[in-house]
């Protein structure tokens, strides 16, 4: 297991060892001891599964107590997954990485609490699952303007995106409640 640096120094792109021959492939897509040799070293309370079509976007979300840290990874089709730095104290606050993740290359992305996520589906359909390092509590959660003109994402969409009645009213990153 090998982890990739990005450009954000805590959020890490994880790039496990796949065994594959004529029969499939196999990988270990959590090891305890392996993360915590990455630096990773988060007690993941719930697992997380979801599908979405094409064009969907879901986020930017974020619970401002009982934060997640999330290891997100997609066992079928490609996304176009993105997390914000929103802890105010951070020498890298308001930036962003962007990374596509797709079920060909198995590669996992690591998002510490403190930050935003969210994901554009680029295929006709992707199930993403993610494990969290804490429970989901609604009364916490957030969610951040998805198109924000101040943290500008480029989501590689061809048209409208199809976004949640919450993802259509998220603050803008100014207004909204944050780390310190």
């Given at each position: 297991m090998?982890?990739?640096?990005?450009?954000?120094?805590?959020?890490l792109l994880?790039?496990?060892?796949?065994?594959?021959d004529s029969?499939g492939f196999?990988f270990?897509?959590w090891?305890?001891?392996?993360?915590t040799?990455?630096?990773i070293?988060?007690?993941?309370?719930q697992?997380?599964h979801s599908r979405?079509?094409?064009g969907?976007v879901?986020g930017?979300h974020?619970q401002?107590?009982?934060?997640q840290?999330?290891?997100?990874?997609v066992?079928?089709?490609?996304i176009f997954?993105?997390?914000?730095?929103?802890?105010?104290?951070?020498?890298?606050?308001?930036?962003?990485v962007s990374?596509?993740?797709?079920g060909?290359d198995?590669?996992?992305?690591?998002?510490p609490?403190?930050?935003?996520h969210g994901?554009c589906?680029?295929?006709d359909?992707?199930d993403?699952l993610?494990?969290s390092?804490?429970?989901y509590?609604?009364?916490h959660?957030?969610?951040i303007?998805w198109?924000?003109?101040?943290?500008?994402?480029?989501w590689?969409?061809?048209g409208?995106?199809i976004?949640?009645?919450?993802?259509?009213?998220g603050k803008p990153?100014r207004?909204?409640?944050l780390?310190d």
């Amino acid at each position: 297991m090998e982890a990739i640096a990005t450009t954000i120094p805590d959020v890490l792109l994880i790039q496990p060892k796949v065994f594959g021959d004529s029969r499939g492939f196999f990988f270990e897509s959590w090891n305890e001891r392996d993360f915590t040799r990455l630096g990773i070293n988060t007690r993941f309370v719930q697992d997380n599964h979801s599908r979405s079509g094409r064009g969907v976007v879901r986020g930017l979300h974020y619970q401002i107590r009982q934060p997640q840290g999330k290891l997100i990874r997609v066992c079928a089709g490609e996304i176009f997954d993105v997390v914000v730095d929103i802890r105010r104290s951070s020498p890298t606050f308001g930036q962003k990485v962007s990374v596509r993740l797709n079920g060909e290359d198995h590669r996992m992305l690591w998002v510490p609490p403190g930050f935003a996520h969210g994901f554009c589906v680029l295929s006709d359909y992707a199930d993403v699952l993610y494990k969290s390092a804490d429970y989901y509590a609604p009364e916490h959660e957030r969610s951040i303007l998805w198109n924000d003109p101040d943290i500008g994402i480029e989501w590689p969409l061809t048209g409208d995106p199809i976004l949640s009645a919450k993802d259509k009213i998220g603050k803008p990153l100014r207004e909204a409640e944050l780390f310190d």
